[in-house]
């Protein structure tokens, strides 16, 4: 029986690998995932879309774990960066061609068997920066520095 931490590495290891069926296949049928936005979604379709996303973006994303705290067999936490070069569409943002180091979180819960909730945080606003997009408070995006 796998416990959270070591379906947690799988997870990571099947997301640097580009595993969509793996990381499909972790998730039990009606899990939750918690995306960046706060939003819960049911099952692991929302997950694996996530994912796609983000290294269709970034299709030279990189993760590296920070630090990785296990409090008990069912529930694994993960601090980690993110990085990658924009040289893909990010929900409806052109590339930039920029490079990011995103800090960020996830929190899995496990059934004991397979992943019932994951969920993942981190600054929104940081990656915008760094992309230079940062949507103004008038809701128009800041222009980068020259």
Do not use: W
Request: net charge negative; glycine share 6%.
């Amino acid at each position: 029986m796998p416990n959270a931490a070591d379906l947690h590495r799988e997870m990571f290891n099947a997301i640097q690998k580009r595993d969509y069926e793996t990381i499909r296949s972790l998730f039990m049928p009606r899990s939750i995932h918690v995306s960046g936005d706060g939003i819960e979604k049911a099952g692991p379709d929302p997950v694996v879309a996530e994912v796609e996303t983000f290294t269709t973006a970034f299709p030279d994303l990189t993760i590296m774990i920070r630090r990785h705290h296990v409090p008990s067999n069912q529930v694994s936490i993960i601090e980690y960066a993110f990085e990658g070069t924009h040289l893909g569409e990010l929900d409806g943002l052109p590339p930039t061609n920029e490079k990011v180091s995103v800090v960020a979180c996830s929190v899995l819960e496990t059934d004991g068997e397979m992943i019932a909730r994951e969920a993942d945080y981190f600054d929104t606003m940081a990656l915008l920066d760094q992309l230079g997009t940062r949507p103004s408070a008038a809701g128009a995006a800041v222009e980068a520095a020259p």
